[in-house]
């Protein structure tokens, strides 16, 4: 997990400081590991951020008294529904069901399996890089949109999410209707 993009529209809606959104994102999508490497090589979380939280009832300390682990924290329904996309399967599958399963290559007709990874692992890949963001999925089916119009899809399901092909496809798009006005 090294990118997470943030909606400042939500940060202001719900009164929360950039540090508080990556505690709360790390904690709802479950990245301890994240969490705790963010602490021990980055700047952390301040308790006074995590107390806050806790204050405004947007999550909850399951720590025993005087403990205080980062992984016992759970977002409540007040946050976790306005910030994040709960059904985390969701954007995911509308994704993986609208890409093309086969390429046949044009020279030699033969025909290649574009969907040849972990469904499992590739829907929680996609739920932490996009798919917990609205905004940001929407963007990821506008490229895949578009490249299935200009037939412009030639790598699997697996490559096309690490190399983050709709950024590529956007711009595509924008350049051609730059040009066609």
């Keep these: 997990m090294d990118k997470l993009?943030?909606?400042m529209n939500e940060l202001s809606n719900n009164n929360i400081n950039?540090?508080?959104y990556v505690f709360l994102f790390l904690t709802h999508a479950r990245q301890y590991a994240a969490m705790y490497k963010f602490c021990q090589e980055g700047p952390g979380f301040g308790s006074?951020?995590?107390l806050d939280l806790e204050n405004r009832g947007y999550i909850l300390n399951l720590n025993k008294t005087g403990a205080?682990?980062?992984d016992f924290f759970v977002l409540t329904d007040a946050i976790g529904q306005d910030l994040f996309q709960q059904d985390r399967d969701q954007a995911g599958l509308e994704f993986w069901n609208a890409y093309p399963i086969y390429l046949r290559g044009t020279n030699?007709?033969?025909?290649f399996s574009l969907i040849n990874t972990d469904k499992k692992q590739?829907?929680?890949?996609?739920?932490l890089r996009v798919g917990y963001s609205p905004e940001k999925h929407s963007q990821v089916m506008n490229g895949l949109d578009y490249a299935l119009d200009k037939d412009l899809i030639d790598m699997n399901i697996?490559?096309?999410l690490d190399?983050?092909?709709w950024t590529l496809m956007l711009e595509l798009k924008e350049l051609e209707a730059l040009c066609n006005r």
Aim: proline letters at 4%.
């Design 5 to 7: 993009s943030i909606n």
């Design 18 to 20: 950039p540090s508080q």
């Design 48 to 50: 006074e951020e995590i």
């Design 68 to 70: 205080y682990y980062l």
């Design 108 to 111: 030699t007709g033969e025909t």
């Design 122 to 127: 590739w829907l929680a890949d996609y739920y």
């Design 158 to 160: 697996r490559q096309w």
């Design 163 to 165: 190399s983050e092909q």
